[in-house]
Every structure is written in structure tokens, then in C-alpha cells.
């Protein structure tokens, strides 16, 4: 009897786990290699324009903003959200769910209403988002981030009442 009675126990167990687990974390820094690499939009070629201006009973008023863009892929996002007319307003983020599968591929229109904030007084603005995808889970911590161009309106809110006056690219 050597080395304490395990009578090649230790070395037999040794000799199947190893490769098991060698292969298991090798797979694993395959999976986080891919993921790290994938940084691919979900949305590619997108443009904004204003396109109305809509002004509620109390006064309030809200800018309607159509996007375009050609859907890459289907991922989780949300839009962090400002109002900009020389200082820089923050308003309420979006999320976006993934688009059906049919509109991966495809030149997409969508709109989206944005609250002007009360202290916008009229003027030139714009409007800029920036959004945050998650495509895989180690996007959940570092996102793919879509930066679209400003979207650039004007209200009028002199005496002949709230006017949009329109930037076309």
C-alpha cells in the first residue's frame, strides 16, 4: 500500500475531470470571445427629422420625431433622451423591445413623440438620443451605443402662436 490507500482513485478521477474541464473553459472563453467581439448596431443608417409640433390646452408642448433605419438585427435597447436649445434638458428614457424577426433587413418608419420641457421657451432646438443595445449578455454590461445625428427643430412661440419650422436633411 502507497501513497495512503487511494489505490489510483485520486489519478483515475484526475485523468477523466481534467479534460472535462479543460473543455468546459474552453468553451466558455470561446462563448465570452464571441460575445465581446459582437458589437454590430441593431440599427444602422438611422436619420430623424421633425415632422409636427402638437401644443396641449395647458400650454404644453411636444415635437413629433419620425426616424428611419434598416433593422440589422433583434436586441433589446433603450434610449436615454435630451432636449437641447442651448442648455441641456433630460427627458424621461424609451425602452425598445426587439422588433419582429420580419423586419430584420428591412428600411424601417417609426415616430416618436418628445416632450418639450416647460423652460424651452421657443427658439431653435434640438432633439438627441442616444441608445444602449444589449444583443448578448455581456451587453447587458457593456451595450452597443447608436449615437443618431441631432434632430434640429424650431418653435415660434411669439404672437401669432406655436409654429414647427421644419430641417430637412
Not at 485520486?10 to 468553451?27: G, K, Q
Not at 424601417?108 to 418628445?114: A, G, L, P, S
Amino acid at each position: 500500500m502507497t501513497g495512503g490507500g487511494c489505490d489510483g482513485y485520486a489519478e483515475r478521477r484526475f485523468r477523466v475531470l481534467h479534460p472535462l474541464l479543460l473543455l468546459a473553459a474552453s468553451a466558455l472563453a470561446v462563448l465570452f470571445t464571441a460575445w465581446a467581439l459582437d458589437d454590430a448596431p441593431p440599427i444602422e443608417a438611422m436619420a430623424g427629422r421633425a415632422v409636427e409640433v402638437h401644443v396641449r390646452d395647458d400650454g404644453a408642448v411636444a415635437v413629433l420625431v419620425e426616424w428611419t433605419g434598416r433593422r440589422a438585427r433583434l436586441c433589446d435597447g433603450y434610449s436615454y433622451r435630451w432636449v437641447l436649445d442651448g442648455s441641456i434638458t433630460q427627458i424621461p428614457g424609451a425602452v425598445h423591445p426587439p422588433p419582429p424577426a420580419s423586419e430584420v433587413g428591412t428600411v424601417q418608419t417609426w415616430r416618436v413623440w418628445v416632450p418639450v420641457p416647460p423652460d424651452i421657451h421657443g427658439g431653435a432646438g434640438a432633439y438627441r438620443i442616444r441608445m444602449l443595445f444589449a444583443c448578448n449578455p455581456l451587453q447587458r454590461l457593456f451595450p452597443i451605443v447608436v449615437d443618431p445625428p441631432d434632430v434640429p427643430f424650431t418653435i415660434d412661440r411669439g404672437a401669432g402662436g406655436i409654429e414647427l419650422r421644419r430641417y430637412v436633411r
